[in-house]
């Protein structure tokens, strides 16, 4: 039996509002019990719908034979609150006239407040869908909520099309960009500092990595009419062990963004060919994903928003989606550029939007 949540939810008032509502309830990951509680006892109240709940993760999903489905994804967790004093980017929310500033108003509690209420408000929409609710996507892959999801619901994933509901201005981008990252390591040999003929530097042997990267000309690739631009960086470099010791080892992290049209083995293939010579390891990968555009489903709501589509630079849960075989796009209020900062904020009218654009399409 489901437990009383200590929030309650009202599915039917501004969706604005309800995104204030869901940021008021602290759901920093692993700390999503609280909402995971709210999401599901409102979803629960809607005779229409069929739910599922799996940890702090919720499906809901209408049944009507309908000759296709969406599904409509969003996260339930934010980073952890802000440090700098006085900021206004943590929880509970507050409002700046018709500006909502907090933890989680762009990501991404104004998508999730436009799911729960398109799952109340449309009873009998124009297509099936299915309302997915997840738990830890701002942490590692492994605790991944939605990861989980497709292990033990696979079948209730199952969909034509799929949109994630994180921010992107209103605007829909296509797909995502992989990601992956290597450890770039030199040796040398320790030595006194003051007789350093001694030794060998492995931290100016790395100089040779970071002068291979910093020449590197980064592509710009077009997959399915979009133009997806890779990077190809240093992001963090150590190595020493005393002010007065010739370093005898040194290691260079990388970030790859690869697009879409390439596999994690054909990624790392590039990077390895291009850095030859060094001791390279993977220490992680994720695939991107095409944007999928082209179908039918997907070129409806592309119309029906009625922007020009862009592409998705970071990666993004859509990649779930696609290893699934289900073309998916991001869509939702909010500027990214402001997710996870201490001005984190967005536009009433923002979130209003989004949820007309989508009423729109499935009714």
Request: aromatic share 6%.
């Given at each position: 039996m489901?437990?009383?949540?200590?929030?309650?939810?009202?599915?039917?008032?501004?969706?604005?509002?309800?995104?204030?509502?869901?940021m008021d309830i602290e759901s920093v990951s692993g700390n999503e019990k609280e909402v995971a509680d709210a999401v599901e006892a409102a979803l629960r109240s809607?005779?229409?719908?069929?739910?599922?709940r799996d940890g702090d993760s919720i499906i809901a999903r209408t049944s009507?034979?309908?000759?296709?489905?969406?599904?409509?994804a969003g996260h339930l967790d934010t980073v952890p609150l802000p440090t700098v004093e006085g900021s206004r980017g943590t929880v509970p929310s507050t409002w700046d006239g018709e500006v909502l500033y907090g933890r989680?108003?762009?990501?991404?509690?104004?998508?999730?407040?436009?799911?729960?209420?398109?799952?109340?408000?449309?009873?009998?929409?124009?297509?099936?869908?299915?309302?997915?609710?997840?738990?830890?996507?701002?942490?590692?892959?492994?605790?991944?909520?939605?990861g989980r999801l497709q292990r033990s619901y696979p079948d209730w994933l199952a969909a034509d099309f799929a949109v994630l509901l994180e921010p992107t201005n209103g605007t829909v981008e296509g797909g995502c960009n992989g990601t992956m990252r290597f450890h770039a390591t030199t040796t040398g040999r320790a030595a006194h500092s003051a007789r350093a003929w001694m030794g060998e530097n492995?931290?100016?042997?790395?100089?040779?990595?970071?002068?291979?990267?910093?020449?590197?000309?980064?592509?710009?690739?077009?997959?399915?009419?979009?133009?997806?631009?890779?990077?190809?960086?240093?992001?963090?470099?150590?190595?020493?062990?005393?002010?007065?010791?010739?370093p005898d080892s040194a290691t260079v992290e990388i970030n790859y963004r690869f697009a879409p049209d390439k596999g994690i083995e054909e990624a790392e293939a590039y990077v390895r060919q291009l850095l030859d010579g060094f001791d390279l390891v993977r220490?992680?990968?994720?695939?991107?994903?095409?944007?999928?555009?082209?179908?039918?489903?997907?070129?409806?709501?592309?119309?029906?928003?009625?922007?020009?589509?862009?592409?998705?630079?970071?990666?993004?849960?859509v990649a779930r989606f696609s290893e699934l075989g289900i073309?998916?796009?991001?869509?939702?209020?909010?500027?990214?550029?402001?997710?996870?900062?201490?001005?984190?904020?967005?536009?009433?009218?923002?979130?209003?939007?989004?949820?007309?654009?989508?009423?729109?399409?499935?009714?």
């Open positions: 489901t437990q009383t949540p200590s929030r309650t939810l009202d599915l039917t008032r501004d969706v604005a509002l309800l995104t204030a509502d869901l809607l005779e229409h719908l069929e739910v599922v009507l034979g309908r000759g296709e489905r969406v599904l409509l989680g108003a762009t990501d991404m509690k104004g998508g999730v407040a436009v799911q729960l209420a398109l799952a109340a408000e449309l009873t009998a929409p124009n297509r099936d869908v299915t309302y997915v609710f997840y738990d830890h996507e701002e942490v590692e892959a492994s605790l991944s909520g939605l492995a931290i100016h042997a790395a100089a040779e990595i970071l002068a291979r990267l910093r020449d590197h000309e980064p592509a710009t690739v077009s997959v399915e009419g979009l133009e997806y631009r890779e990077s190809l960086n240093a992001v963090k470099i150590w190595g020493g062990t005393a002010g007065n010791v010739i220490t992680d990968a994720a695939s991107g994903a095409r944007p999928g555009l082209d179908r039918p489903a997907a070129a409806s709501f592309v119309a029906a928003v009625g922007a020009e589509p862009k592409p998705k630079y970071g990666w993004t849960d073309p998916a796009v991001n869509f939702g209020p909010g500027d990214a550029l402001l997710a996870h900062t201490d001005n984190e904020h967005v536009h009433a009218d923002a979130v209003r939007a989004c949820l007309g654009a989508l009423r729109s399409w499935l009714s």
